[in-house]
Structures are given as structure tokens and as C-alpha cells.
């Protein structure tokens, strides 16, 4: 979905929002795979490196280990701050824009265009009663953005990608069909070829998939570790597969990002790292 920043329509690039904004989400990644490589490093030491005292405690045979031990313990328990107080702050405005009513009139009257430019027929009383329904979508959207708001002071997680999400630039007009000719021609005949609303919504809808996943695999992983650390980390397999999950998740969000601008983000990121 979108056209390419150089306004030439032969090449096709995904939503983005300016470099600023994808900065905390990059911090976040590095801080991921980081951790990852931290725990299966410490996996790999940790077989066969402590043993028993007389008194009944383990003991440490290596040093290293033990250092390694620390540093994931700092990573995973004492995390860095992905948000600094430079950076921007989500972005959710009313996505009617005009006052109430009056908004919600201006996009019954978009959606009766997009209806009549795809030949769909939605029938008089459903329109009839779309302006009531348009009204408690906003009131849901309200409810849902404040709901937002208060998990994000929770999780800095949360909030470093929402950023990024809440700040992409959509094109609401036009968007690339990513099926094929046959699906594209079935759908237009059978009047299910979605609008450029559907798409933007199920595009957001897999970001945040995404982030939902990878903040569920690091609250895991942080209670595993705590596990192992009573158990004097006997085995890291699942603490690894966890972290695993987490990298995938934060890899599966920036696959939406443009490749250049993840890219750019990184460097930024790393450059701040040798800075500070």
C-alpha cells in the first residue's frame, strides 16, 4: 500500500512515519537480540559449570559464567529506557477529525463513494441507520485510545512501537493488491475486494500482533529467568526459546518497516550506544 516517496508510481513502498519516530522501536530491537545472544551464550557456558560445596551450595567453577550471569540478569531485570525525553509521543486523533455529528456525516458520505466506486449495493435501511453507527464507533475509538494510553505507561514496550505505528503515513486512496489477478478479479465480481480503510485497519491490526507477541515473550522470559535463578539455572532452554520468540515477534514488526529506513534506525541507534 502507498507510492514511493519520489512520487513516481512505478515503484511501490510500504507506510512509514520520518526517522524520529522509529528510533525507540529500534532500541527496543537491539535490546532483543542482545538479550538473545546473552542467554544462548550463557547456555552454552553454563553446561557443566558449577558444582556442589560441602554445604549444600552451588558454587560458580567459572568466572566468566558468572559475569554472564550478571550481565543478563542487568538486561533482563534492569532494562534500558527506549524512550527518551527527545523523542515524539504517539499520535491518536480523532480519526473523524470534524466535530461530532458532523464528522460522522462527512464519512457516511465517504463511505457511500467507496460503496458506489466498487458497485456495492449496502440497501436503504443500513444506510439509513449508518450515522448511529458511525457515532458509537467513535465513542469505541475514544474508549479504546484512553484504554491505549494507560498501557503504555506500563510498558515502554508498547509505547516505543506505538510511536512508530501511530505516526505512519497512509495514502487513504489508493493501495497495492497483494493477491493474485484471479483473486483480485474473484473478489471484484463477488464485491469483497476491500477498501483502502479495510487495509490500513488490518495492516495496524498486524503490527500490533506483533507487539503483542514480543511483549508477552519478554514478561516470560523475565519470569523464567527469576525461575532459574532460584533453581540456579539447571537449563536456559526454554529462558532461550522465549527470547527466541521475542526476537521473531520484533523482526516480524519491522518486516512492515522499509528495509532503508531500519537501516538508518540502526545506525542512529548504534551510534548512540558509543555516545553515551
Known amino acids: 500500500m502507498g507510492v ?23 532500541r527496543v530491537g537491539v535490546y532483543v537480540h542482545r538479550a538473545l545472544a546473552v542467554a544462548e551464550d550463557l547456555r552454552r557456558s553454563s553446561s557443566g559449570g558449577t558444582t556442589r560445596a560441602e554445604d549444600g551450595d552451588w558454587k560458580d567453577d567459572d568466572d566468566a559464567t558468572k559475569t554472564k550471569r550478571a550481565l543478563l540478569e542487568g538486561i533482563l531485570l534492569g532494562p534500558p529506557s527506549f524512550v527518551t525525553s527527545s523523542d515524539p509521543i504517539p499520535t491518536r486523533g480523532d480519526p473523524y477529525v470534524l466535530p461530532p455529528l458532523v464528522g460522522e456525516l462527512v464519512a457516511r458520505r465517504r463511505k457511500a463513494e467507496e460503496r458506489r466506486l466498487l458497485n456495492v449495493d449496502a ?26 494510553r494507560a498501557r503504555e505507561g506500563t510498558s515502554e514496550v508498547r509505547l516505543a512501537l506505538n510511536i512508530y505505528t501511530t505516526n505512519l503515513s497512509y495514502d487513504p486512496d489508493r493501495y497495492v493488491y497483494a493477491g493474485s489477478r484471479e483473486e483480485r478479479s474473484r473478489s471484484i465480481r463477488e ?52 527470547l527466541g520468540n521475542a526476537r521473531d515477534a520484533i523482526d516480524g514488526w519491522f518486516g512492515f518497516v522499509p528495509d532503508r529506513d531500519v537501516r538508518e534506525a540502526l545506525y542512529v541507534v548504534s551510534g548512540e550506544g558509543r555516545t553515551r
Open 123 to 148: 440497501g436503504f435501511v443500513p444506510q439509513l441507520f449508518e450515522v448511529g453507527q458511525l457515532i458509537g464507533e467513535r465513542r469505541q475509538w475514544n474508549r479504546l485510545s484512553n484504554e491505549e
Open 191 to 242: 464485491g469483497r475486494l476491500p477498501t483502502a480503510g479495510d487495509v490500513i485497519r488490518s495492516d495496524l491490526d498486524a503490527r500490533d500482533l506483533y507487539r503483542n507477541a514480543l511483549q508477552t515473550s519478554l514478561d516470560d522470559a523475565r519470569a523464567e529467568y527469576l525461575y532459574q535463578r532460584g533453581k540456579n539455572f539447571e537449563d536456559l532452554s526454554e529462558l532461550v526459546r522465549l
Open 4 to 26: 514511493s516517496r519520489d512520487g513516481d508510481d512505478g515503484e511501490i513502498v510500504r507506510p512509514s512515519a520520518p526517522l524520529e519516530y522509529l528510533l525507540p522501536a529500534a
